[in-house]
């Protein structure tokens, strides 16, 4: 059985920041990839940023450059830190792992094996 939490959402003005982090228990590997998912309203589940088992960083182009995701393997946690939100930011974020070494597509999320329940990020202009 493996759980993953999200917490840090909230609600921000433009150019603001958050870190949200993704705690992960129960049956867990260090090796495996886990990645930020992201879901705005009236489009499709996306993928924001990953790490893979190797430890190898991935940003999407839509955030490069303001978010950085990171992972404290000692912790079992995943963390994502968004700086200068914008509106189009807005969504619900989600953790999720996959059990493989190399991650799948961020453009696959049914791939994925274990998701969280989310946090909510709400960014005003």
């Known amino acids: 059985q493996v759980q993953l939490a999200e917490t840090g959402g909230g609600s921000v003005q433009t150019g603001g920041s958050l870190r949200l982090s993704c705690q992960a228990s129960?049956?867990?590997?260090?090796?495996?990839?886990m990645t930020w998912f992201r879901q705005r309203s009236g489009k499709p589940r996306e993928g924001v940023a990953r790490?893979?088992?190797?430890?190898?960083?991935y940003h999407a182009d839509s955030v490069l450059g303001r978010f950085t995701v990171s992972k404290d393997a000692s912790k079992n946690t995943l963390y994502l830190q968004m700086n200068n939100l914008k509106p189009e930011d807005t969504g619900l974020y989600y953790c999720a792992a996959d059990t493989s070494r190399s991650c799948p597509s961020l453009t696959r999320w049914f791939d994925y094996d274990f998701w969280g329940q989310g946090t909510q990020v709400t960014v005003s202009s």
């Open positions: 790490v893979d088992g190797f430890g190898v960083e």
């Open positions: 129960g049956y867990t590997d260090s090796n495996w990839c």
